[in-house]
């Protein structure tokens, strides 16, 4: 068996810059019919933008508000099943956001 050398054990192969050449192609097109969404959920997406941003927000600290409420008096299943929540309105509220910036796709 061949013993390698120590002072390479410490070395990036991929640290040289590449000498291969690469070819260009023309970009993928961006749209395309058979990706296109269907007409239902360009109708959610044009309802759900008109629901302003910050209410997603409140919405889930009210929540965790509700949650901790719940919690100290005593009805712990309930509190926790509030608690789960404020993670899937502020992902909604995410989503609104960028719906409402790039419009539907």
Not at 56 to 81: C, P, Q, Y
């Amino acid at each position: 068996m061949a013993q390698q050398d120590p002072s390479r054990d410490d070395v990036n192969p991929a640290a040289e810059p590449s000498t291969r050449e690469v070819e260009v192609h023309e970009p993928a097109p961006v749209v395309r019919d058979e990706h296109a969404d269907p007409s239902l959920t360009l109708a959610i997406e044009h309802q759900t933008a008109k629901i302003p941003s910050h209410w997603f927000l409140i919405a889930a600290l009210g929540s965790m508000a509700t949650s901790a409420v719940l919690e100290a008096a005593g009805r712990r299943r309930l509190g926790r099943f509030v608690g789960k929540w404020p993670a899937p309105l502020l992902t909604l509220g995410v989503y609104n956001k960028l719906v409402k910036i790039l419009g539907p796709r």
